[in-house]
């Protein structure tokens, strides 16, 4: 048979792919979907970090200054100044009470009854339940989530000495303006009234005795509780504003 017959009815062979051209076309397509995840996933942090600057921002902080206002000492033959280092100690309470009394339970909602005990002395602690309590101090108020601030202006203290000049008992005039944001708005609250401080056994000073009213006012602040029956000694109110 002549060669070209032969030639001629040989089956063409199918030529091997272009493996490079389809390696590189995948590669394209890869490159497509990972820029798309990336593009994806920027927009997403873009979008969070906007949401977030666009929430309200609040810091915890607490702003008070307490200062002695006029002084006076009744004694019978009594002739020198109120001793500072008491007025010191007697404003180092009222910070205390600040605290402890009013910031605390902002906070959290509840006053801690040991640490009552850097400002009240046990006759005071033991006049802490029922009205009185919720006179004197800030509880079961929508928490604190953002600045309270506390002002008052200089605080009066009048002293009784016995009749070795010793100071025994201060009675301090106290006007606490506080505000408080909480996550439902404002809360204001006035503590007017007096305190009564005396020294303890060791010599520290407490409050043991007080005339207070409290105003409370704000969004999610509950309505006072009337007791059915006042005492008539007993002096402190309580009232909440709309």
């Given amino acids: 048979m002549p060669p070209s017959t032969t030639l001629g009815q040989r089956p063409a062979q199918s030529q091997p792919a272009d493996r ?3 390696t590189r076309w995948g590669l ?4 497509a979907v990972l820029g798309v995840v990336v593009v994806a996933a920027a927009a997403f942090f873009v979008l969070k970090s906007s949401n977030e600057k666009s929430a309200p921002e609040f810091k915890a902080s ?3 200054d307490l200062k002695p206002g006029a002084t006076k000492v009744d004694a019978v033959g009594f002739s020198n100044d109120f001793p500072v280092d ?3 100690q007697v404003l180092a309470t009222l910070g205390a009470y600040v605290d402890n009394g009013i910031v605390a339970p902002l906070r959290k909602g509840k006053a801690n009854d040991a640490s009552l005990a850097t400002a009240f002395d046990p006759a005071g602690i033991a006049r802490l339940v029922g009205a009185e309590r919720a006179t004197v101090l800030d509880e079961n108020l929508p928490k ?9 202006p200089p605080v009066p203290l ?3 000495a016995d009749g070795d000049g010793k100071i025994v008992l201060v009675a301090t005039d106290v006007q606490f303006s506080v505000k408080a944001r909480s996550a439902k708005g404002v809360l204001e609250i006035s503590h007017t009234g007096s305190f ?3 020294p303890d056994a060791s010599g520290a000073w407490r409050i043991t005795g007080w005339t207070l009213s409290t105003d409370r006012g704000g969004p999610g602040v509950p309505p006072a509780s009337t007791p059915a029956s006042t005492p008539a000694s007993d002096p402190t109110t309580t009232t909440v504003k709309p």
């Fill in 20 to 22: 490079s051209g389809g």
């Fill in 158 to 160: 009048s002293a009784l």
């Fill in 144 to 152: 604190a989530v953002g600045r309270i601030t506390v002002k008052t």
């Fill in 196 to 198: 009564v401080l005396a």
């Fill in 86 to 88: 008491v007025q010191n």
């Fill in 28 to 31: 394209v397509a890869a490159l």
């Fill in 62 to 64: 607490t702003a008070v």
